[in-house]
């Protein structure tokens, strides 16, 4: 009356070795994502930094212009205003010559031009729905963020190169030790992304291209003259100093010195502030991000 049912295929003997004895044989479970929950939480996180860092170089790799027109404004100061004012020899730079002097601010210069205005790129990505359908994946907002200043930090090496190469161009001698210059590129990506975050909380604060670009205008100069990247901290007015010791632009460029021309330099300081400003600027950022899509 009623039908057999055809027996299951035999098991193959590699499957057979890994079963027990008396152990019913059962086929396997489609393989599906393993759950967030049981990730390990760093794998995760850095795997949607990575993702969307690609993102990022797929987007630089169509549109190259941008690489080459940001480039000119760190050449001008290295080879007009620095030639200038060293013919002058005003600032006092000790054994250095003023080009060697300003060749790492300038280098910090190029990377703060580039991230301060970076949050322009999440408004605009707000505005094509892109931001709003990011923020409700299950992707954590501190990934996002981290992922775009990573990201921005991509767009400053192409202006570090250029320094580098007009520093050879010019004669500015420079440690060309690896591991110096390593660690030059991590104090350029750490200084980047902090600007980075904080032009994205800017932009989730004032929620508009205008008024973030006025924004970004007015605090761009006063952040680079605030710094040492120009002249020594020594030759600042007493107010301007004050205020250089709470910019992270003055321990970028010290880095840099230190790394680069070999001048006494605090590195485990720098780095601290600079790695703890950017944490900063994530954990902040992240929070006020989500008003954009409100």
Same mark, same amino acid.
């Given at each position: 009356?009623?039908?057999?049912?055809?027996?299951?295929?035999?098991?193959?003997?590699?499957?057979?070795?890994?079963?027990?004895?008396?152990?019913?044989?059962?086929?396997?479970?489609?393989?599906?994502?393993?759950?967030?929950?049981?990730?390990?939480?760093?794998?995760?996180?850095?795997?949607?930094?990575?993702?969307?860092?690609?993102?990022?170089?797929?987007?630089?790799?169509?549109?190259?212009?941008?690489?080459?027109?940001?480039?000119?404004?760190?050449?001008?100061?290295?080879?007009?205003?620095?030639?200038?004012?060293?013919?002058?020899?005003?600032?006092?730079?000790?054994?250095?010559?003023?080009?060697?002097?300003?060749?790492?601010?300038?280098?910090?210069?190029?990377?703060?031009?580039?991230?301060?205005?970076?949050?322009?790129?999440?408004?605009?990505?707000?505005?094509?729905?892109?931001?709003?359908? %990011? !923020?409700?994946?299950?992707?954590?907002? &501190?990934?996002? /963020?981290? +992922? @775009?200043?990573?990201?921005?930090? *991509? =767009?400053?090496?192409?202006?570090?190169?250029?320094?580098?190469?007009?520093?050879?161009?010019?004669?500015?001698?420079?440690?060309?030790?690896?591991?110096?210059?390593?660690?030059?590129?991590?104090?350029?990506?750490?200084?980047?992304?902090?600007?980075?975050?904080?032009?994205?909380?800017?932009?989730?604060?004032?929620?508009?291209?205008?008024?973030?670009?006025?924004?970004?205008?007015?605090?761009?100069?006063?952040?680079?003259?605030?710094?040492?990247?120009?002249?020594?901290?020594?030759?600042?007015?007493?107010?301007?100093?004050?205020?250089?010791?709470?910019?992270?632009?003055?321990?970028?460029?010290?880095?840099?010195?230190?790394?680069?021309?070999?001048?006494?330099?605090?590195?485990?300081?720098?780095?601290? %502030? !600079?790695?703890?400003?950017?944490?900063? &600027?994530?954990? /902040?950022? +992240? @929070?006020?991000?989500?008003?954009? *899509? =409100?």
């Amino acid at each position: 009356m009623f039908a057999r049912r055809a027996a299951p295929p035999a098991a193959s003997p590699d499957r057979q070795k890994g079963v027990r004895a008396g152990a019913t044989v059962t086929d396997p479970a489609p393989v599906t994502e393993i759950p967030a929950a049981e990730k390990s939480i760093v794998v995760w996180y850095l795997a949607r930094i990575q993702a969307f860092c690609i993102a990022e170089l797929q987007k630089i790799r169509h549109d190259r212009t941008e690489l080459v027109t940001r480039a000119v404004q760190p050449a001008l100061w290295l080879v007009i205003f620095g030639q200038t004012v060293s013919s002058l020899h005003a600032i006092p730079t000790g054994n250095l010559t003023y080009e060697q002097f300003l060749a790492p601010g300038v280098l910090a210069q190029s990377g703060l031009f580039v991230a301060v205005f970076y949050g322009i790129q999440v408004i605009w990505e707000r505005d094509a729905g892109v931001l709003a359908k %990011v !923020l409700t994946t299950p992707t954590p907002r &501190g990934a996002f /963020v981290t +992922a @775009k200043a990573f990201s921005a930090s *991509v =767009r400053v090496f192409a202006q570090a190169i250029v320094v580098m190469v007009l520093c050879v161009i010019l004669g500015i001698h420079l440690i060309w030790n690896p591991l110096n210059l390593f660690g030059a590129a991590c104090a350029v990506v750490l200084g980047a992304g902090f600007f980075t975050t904080l032009s994205m909380t800017l932009a989730g604060l004032v929620l508009s291209r205008e008024r973030l670009m006025g924004i970004g205008q007015m605090i761009t100069m006063p952040l680079f003259f605030a710094s040492n990247a120009l002249y020594p901290v020594a030759a600042m007015p007493t107010w301007v100093r004050v205020f250089s010791r709470m910019n992270p632009l003055t321990y970028e460029v010290n880095a840099l010195r230190g790394l680069l021309l070999g001048t006494p330099a605090t590195l485990w300081l720098d780095f601290t %502030v !600079l790695a703890g400003s950017l944490v900063i &600027g994530i954990v /902040v950022s +992240a @929070k006020v991000l989500p008003r954009l *899509v =409100r």
